[in-house]
């Protein structure tokens, strides 16, 4: 199946999604949501694969929630249709390992989105971060609540409430991503953690 907004490809036995909205530094709207949803719900379809990966650009895993969108909606109709987070489910609900590969910017949304997966290995150009107390709005996305549990809640209130951004190393530290890596070895070492992980038995 041919996508617009991502791109989906089989490597052996891992699927690999790369997001793929490069100007606007991936940001996330209700298509690619879907798209990544369809995706996702192949590779666990298909026998064959057993970890998922999925990466965005060398500048942006996801820069957030495509707010352009919203300029032309109503408060009301902003609220009441549960704009981007209504299509997360696939990501969260999914069987198999999946594992956020993450350069540049994972922020909002985008942060929110790496901490849905299994695993997050983090390129050493990685920022993530929680702006949305800049428009005046809290992390959606279950970002409130994966956040504190992973970093701890004095980290995560300071990134949220003061929109304060954190390294990769920092956020290895803290307990966010699990390794660290150079950026032009991101891709090969996610590759290789989901190719380990496939090679083992599947979930009956």
Known sequence: MSYVNIIAEVRGKVGLITL?????????????????GSALAGFEADENIGAIVITGSDKAFAAGADITVMQSLSYMDAYKGDFITRNWEGVKNCRKPVIAAVAGYALGGGCELAMMCDIILAADSAQ????????????????TQRLPRAISKAKAMEMCLASRNIDAVEAERAGLVSRVVPADKLLEEAMSTATRIAGFSLPV
């Open 128 to 143: 993530f971060g929680q702006p949305e107390v800049r428009l005046g709005i809290l992390p959606g996305a279950g970002g």
């Open 20 to 36: 793929n909205r490069p100007k606007q530094l991936n940001a996330l709207n209700d298509e690619l949501m879907d798209e990544l």
